[in-house]
């Protein structure tokens, strides 16, 4: 629980204590899915594991691990906060049909406190507690009872789904308590916000089907995430994940070079920097698609950061922040190409915002705008809605 802990130490604990035991590092380092996947990036560790949760035997074996790198847009407006970040990655261990629940909880447990180092007193677990359809886990209940660990039990909380369709499963979620140092723990993680969820095991024994019912599934298994940004909040004694060393170039040289109130230097670092992993994956901008994602967070990033000067371009952005990104994630993207094709998405962006202003200026556009209004400037002049209502407002 120290700032010494830096984030690759983190991520070697992590692997070599499944690797001692029998685990096989499978990569997790691009953004992009299979051809065959019909999702645009990838969203979670277990997402490229579905098929072998359902049954497929893995080339690597039954006992596997990974560092994931995911993005996710559901939660661009929570973007400026304290957590949200559209790039993550999440640190994952799976049993293929091989050890159970029991078995992976002691484990989880066992890292946290020794190769962690976090306190016993600093843990709480929840656990399912059971509904209309099936019995409390009680596997689980009596693993962290016989580990000493305060127990909660919940519903819905500790029901893991792969949306409506497909594997699911109760599962156990592991809480760290973040209060102010001398303030001893206190109430349970549905009661006390303080009570911070960093890893969650899921005991993945059915497979819910269209009617709603639930079947065992042929061969159950274990699938464990834990984000390493959050982890790494904790880790350092931190409240928020732009104070880790992931984030710590961006927060020494954003904000003396551009006057941004918190939560914008927060969102333009995230969006720059997912940017960045985006191009380094071999995304480029477009209107369709995952270069639409891209096109999108550069001009999220761009509006933000013009709000309060429009003189304000990434000429200016500090290359030690893109090679610092591109090292990272292990990206061969050079650094002066990702620098020109954010350049050039700036220039395009620049003339769309002037065109659309000579647009809006006609006199058939008369504020507020219709419904068939939006559709026309998207439709016919290619101006997004975010963007027009962007003009409008003056941002």
Excluded at 2 to 20: A, G, L, P, Q
Excluded at 189 to 195: A, F, K, Q, V
Excluded at 225 to 239: I, S
Aim: glycine share 10%.
């Amino acid at each position: 629980m120290s700032t010494t802990i830096n984030t690759d130490r983190t991520v070697r604990t992590f692997t070599d204590f499944y690797r001692e035991r029998g685990h096989h590092l499978i990569t997790g380092s691009s953004l992009l899915p299979p051809p065959s996947d019909p999702v645009l990036f990838t969203t979670s560790g277990m997402h490229p594991l579905t098929p072998h949760l359902l049954g497929r035997p893995h080339p690597q074996g039954r006992r596997l691990i990974n560092v994931q790198r995911c993005l996710r847009t559901t939660d661009l407006d929570e973007v400026g906060d304290p957590t949200h970040l559209t790039v993550f990655e999440m640190l994952g261990s799976w049993s293929l049909g091989d050890y159970g629940h029991s078995q992976s909880l002691r484990w989880g447990y066992e890292l946290l406190r020794d190769g962690f180092g976090i306190p016993q007193e600093r843990l709480h677990v929840t656990v399912f507690g059971g509904d209309d359809h099936l019995g409390p886990d009680t596997e689980s209940l009596g693993t962290w009872q016989e580990l000493g660990l305060p127990v909660e039990l919940t519903n819905d909380e500790n029901w893991w789904s792969n949306g409506p369709v497909g594997p699911c499963g109760p599962d156990s979620e592991i809480f760290v308590w973040t209060g102010e140092k001398g303030t001893p723990p206190q109430g349970t993680p549905t009661t006390d916000p303080r009570w911070v969820e960093i890893w969650n095991h899921v005991n993945m024994r059915y497979r819910r089907n269209e009617d709603g019912t639930f079947e065992p599934l042929p061969q159950p298994g274990i699938d464990t995430g834990m984000g390493l940004e959050r982890l790494m909040t904790v880790l350092q004694g931190h409240r928020s994940v732009y104070d880790t060393d992931l984030f710590e170039p961006w927060m020494r040289l954003l904000p003396p070079l551009w006057d941004l109130d918190e939560p914008s230097t927060r969102l333009v670092s995230d969006h720059l920097r997912s940017s960045i992993v985006v191009l380094g994956d071999g995304v480029r901008p477009s209107n369709t698609g995952r270069g639409y994602v891209l096109r999108r967070l550069v001009r999220r990033l761009l509006t933000t950061l013009r709000r309060d000067d429009p003189s304000r371009t990434l000429t200016d952005l500090p290359l030690e922040l893109v090679d610092h990104t591109l090292n990272h994630f292990l990206q061969p993207c050079g650094t002066d190409t990702v620098r020109t094709l954010l350049l050039d998405e700036e220039h395009r962006f620049t003339k769309l915002l002037e065109r659309g202003r000579r647009i809006l200026s006609r006199p058939q556009f008369k504020v507020p705008l219709s419904e068939e209004d939006y559709h026309y400037l998207h439709d016919t002049h290619g101006l997004p809605r975010d963007l027009v209502t962007g003009l409008l407002t003056g941002d």
